[in-house]
């Protein structure tokens, strides 16, 4: 196997999971695996978390069919846009609709009507994120249809939070407000209320308020947490680390750039530069270059010279750095939030980045 490789902990993603539940607990838990599980590696995350998870929510239908494939039984929410000539594909995998415009919640039920089935669906409404769903000041005419669309399940109404891990709540309490409006719909009828769903991450953490029948933690699920002023409420911890084995070891003088653009140089005396076998085709950084760190035998080693496709190179200093010696990228001291500060980016861009050429293993209870 290529010596460079993420390494996922799955025992620690289960204790996450607990830990959440123990949080929001009466309300279900499902975590969202788009984004190759956040770049954990869906094919493992997946099937391992499922047992103990209500639901897993994806971006993509593709996303949802990867999931079946993957013998995922329980339901899985397609949280994303869908297009109207991607309904069939929700009664063959038996996925649930992201039902986010009057339109496709149409389409959803004369498709069901015409075919003889059933579509599961989840409302969405737009309190603010003016993304997908419909806006709060039409949700009376939307929940009308949908009680009309007689071929279709409404098993969920939800809507998302665009500033959930913000320290200042007033925009999150005006979405729950607007939601809170929307579901007066249901009281003012005396109808059945479907599951409703509120707070990714931020919300877990900041809007208790909020946790509702369920809620749908990603970066959080991961270890992660989704800004850096929270408060630690929620013993998670990372799962993944990023691993490698130096390939190249030698001795550079003063005077002899290292890398593309000539970036960087010995200064004053010799040094040990040696090389990894990872670059920015694998999701590291390109803008990392001269800022990102290395652990190497336990110490942090600084990044030198232009980060290359498929290598970069590390000033070793004068320590006896050998061929195969292991090297970790992230973990062992180097935080996402770290490789985020390097790269200019957050923390969801840096896992979801690591790219497909970066084989995953799987430790801790394997299933
Ligand atoms: C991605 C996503 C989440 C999870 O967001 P985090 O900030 O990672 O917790 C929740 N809900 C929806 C609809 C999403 O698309």
Redesign the pocket.
């Known amino acids: 196997m290529r010596p460079t490789y993420l390494e996922v902990n799955l025992t620690q993603l289960k204790k996450n999971v607990e830990a959440i539940r123990a949080h929001v607990s009466p309300a279900r838990i499902m975590p969202?695996v788009?984004a190759n599980a956040y770049g954990h590696g869906v094919d493992g995350v997946a099937p391992f978390i499922e047992p103990y998870v209500d639901m897993l929510?994806v971006?993509l239908v593709e996303e949802g069919i990867q999931l079946r494939q993957l013998g995922i039984r329980k339901p899985i929410l397609v949280?994303g846009g869908t297009l109207i000539e991607q309904l069939p594909l929700f009664f063959k995998y038996d996925l649930t609709l992201t039902a986010s415009s009057p339109d496709l919640l149409t389409a959803a039920d004369h498709l069901a009507e015409s075919t003889r089935k059933r579509m599961k669906v989840h409302l969405k409404m737009d309190t603010g994120m003016e993304r997908v769903g419909v806006h709060e000041y039409e949700a009376e005419g939307f929940l009308d249809l949908s009680l009309a669309c007689k071929h279709v399940d409404v098993e969920g109404i939800y809507t998302?939070l665009a500033n959930s891990e913000a320290a200042d709540k007033k925009y999150s309490l005006l979405q729950l407000e607007r939601f809170q409006e929307v579901l007066r719909f249901y009281e003012k009828r005396s109808l059945p209320v479907p599951m409703r769903h509120v707070c990714?991450?931020?919300g877990i953490l900041n809007l208790p308020e909020a946790h509702f029948d369920m809620v749908?933690?990603?970066?959080?699920f991961y270890g992660i947490y989704?800004a850096r002023d929270m408060e630690r409420k929620i013993d998670v911890k990372p799962a993944a680390v990023w691993k490698s084995k130096v390939a190249y070891s030698k001795i550079t003088q003063p005077g002899r750039p290292v890398s593309y653009g000539s970036l960087w140089q010995a200064e004053g005396s010799p040094r040990r530069i040696v090389t990894i076998p990872c670059g920015y085709a694998d999701g590291y950084f390109r803008r990392m270059t001269n800022q990102a760190r290395v652990i190497i035998h336990g110490k942090s080693h600084p990044q030198v010279g232009r980060i290359c496709m498929d290598q970069f190179m590390v000033d070793a200093g004068d320590d006896d750095i050998r061929i195969g010696d292991d090297v970790i990228l992230l973990g062992g001291g180097i935080t996402p939030e770290d490789l985020a500060d390097w790269a200019g980016t957050n923390e969801?861009e840096v896992m979801t980045n690591i790219s497909a050429r970066v084989p995953r293993v799987f430790v801790g209870e394997v299933q």
């Open positions: 969202m788009k929510g971006a949280a998302h990714n991450s931020g749908r933690p990603g970066v959080l989704p969801y």
